[in-house]
């Protein structure tokens, strides 16, 4: 098995604001006791909806903020101890893809002044050994070598995404974390950025984690993947299983709402039910509770731990994952809530619509 190159131990972050209707300040936990190992080359997957934690977990990850509890761990070294040119190498180490790639940058620069920066800033190469790797790299994701000359808005989203890439790419970084990549792109467009992510990490030898709130992005392309739930993961797998046997219901109610391939069926409950509550004042016990089909007394009332890794590595955080035998997308006699056995029973019949069509 490879090493972990990133490790969360009991990570935190919480935001403080103030409240203007009470005066008193309010705490979020946007990331609560994260524990997580990813290991070098593979995949991994953070998903979960909007307001979950994904980005923040990312971002207390790398350092990019700072933690409020907790420990990061890169290639073994504890980043709180980095000593300021430590960090600076870190930088470099690991890059991001942002869902909208020149959001924060200077519109003012062109395409090959963006992806030769993070060269300038680590110091790497000559001036013209850089410019020759800007060409080589913009080649490389899929754009003429001329477009360095060119500006970013004179580009469609997939190839902005595909520039993005090319500058996460230029410091030659180990570890590429991909903040929603593809949401803001067209689905026809989703699939070959994805596609080209996944030749880029075999043929440079990355270690991707991505961020998605939609599952359907990550089902091809990650090794495992983390669900998470009000700051807290709430299951962690192997990424077939989990598509295939979800054992938290969230997981379950988030696989039931990946968009089916039809677009005519593709409206049918394309989220899980209820709403994400406040996460100011998370419910007691199981924060999943008040949506779960199959909540009991014990739910609202104590919190579930994430439990140990079994033979196949997944962990789950449910009181009752031992009596539920959740199904996704197996074809297997299971339990299923009755929204997760609606969308199940869409599924199938486009999969078999698909087979019949192939
Ligand atoms: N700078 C901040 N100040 C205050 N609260 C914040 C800040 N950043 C995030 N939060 C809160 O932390 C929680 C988690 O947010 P985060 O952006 O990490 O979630 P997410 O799952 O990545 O969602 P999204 O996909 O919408 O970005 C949310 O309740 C959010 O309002």
Redo the contacts with the bound molecule.
């Keep these: 098995m490879n090493r972990v190159i990133l490790e969360a131990i009991a990570l935190e ?1 919480r ?3 103030d409240n203007p209707m009470f005066g008193t300040p309010t705490v ?4 609560n006791g994260v524990n997580l190992k990813v290991r070098q080359g593979e995949t991994f997957a953070i998903v ?12 207390v990850l790398t350092r990019l ?1 700072p933690a409020s509890g907790g420990a990061v761990h890169f290639a073994g070294r504890d980043l709180s101890l980095l000593k300021p040119a430590e960090v600076r190498a870190l930088r470099r180490e690991i890059q991001f893809i942002f869902q909208d790639p020149f959001s924060s940058l200077n519109p003012r620069m062109t395409v090959g002044a963006l992806i030769e920066e993070p060269m300038r800033v680590h110091k790497i190469g000559t001036r013209a050994e850089r410019r020759a790797r800007v060409g080589q790299l913009l080649e490389r994701v899929g754009l003429p070598a001329q477009a360095a000359s060119r500006f970013p808005h004179e580009f469609s989203g997939g190839q902005r995404q595909r520039i993005g890439i090319a500058r996460a790419l230029a410091s030659e970084p180990t570890v590429v974390i991909g ?2 990549p593809v ?1 803001a792109l067209d689905v026809s467009i989703q699939a070959q950025v994805v596609n080209l992510l996944a030749d880029l990490k075999e043929e440079f030898g990355l270690t991707l984690v991505v ?1 998605a ?1 939609d599952l359907a992005v990550i089902r091809h392309m990650a090794d495992r993947v983390a669900v ?1 739930y ?2 807290e993961i709430v299951e962690l797998a192997p990424a077939e299983a989990l598509f295939e046997t979800p054992r938290h219901p969230y997981t379950e109610a988030l696989v039931a709402a990946i968009p089916l391939p039809d677009p005519a069926m593709r409206r049918a409950e394309a989220r899980v039910a209820g709403e994400l509550p406040n ?2 004042a998370p419910p007691p016990g199981c924060k999943f509770h008040p949506r779960c089909p199959y909540a009991v007394e014990r739910c609202a009332r104590e919190r579930p731990a994430l439990s140990p890794a079994d033979a196949q590595g997944r962990q789950v955080a449910c009181h009752r994952a031992a009596d539920l035998s959740l199904s996704g997308l197996a074809e297997t006699e299971t339990v299923r809530s009755p929204a997760a056995q609606r969308r199940f029973d869409l599924y199938a019949k486009a999969r078999a619509a698909e087979a019949t069509t192939e």
């Design positions: 972050r935001f403080t604001t979020v936990h946007a990331v979960g909806e909007s307001g979950c934690g994904k980005s923040t977990l990312a971002r903020i903040d929603e949401s961020i709130h998470m009000l700051g996460p100011i």
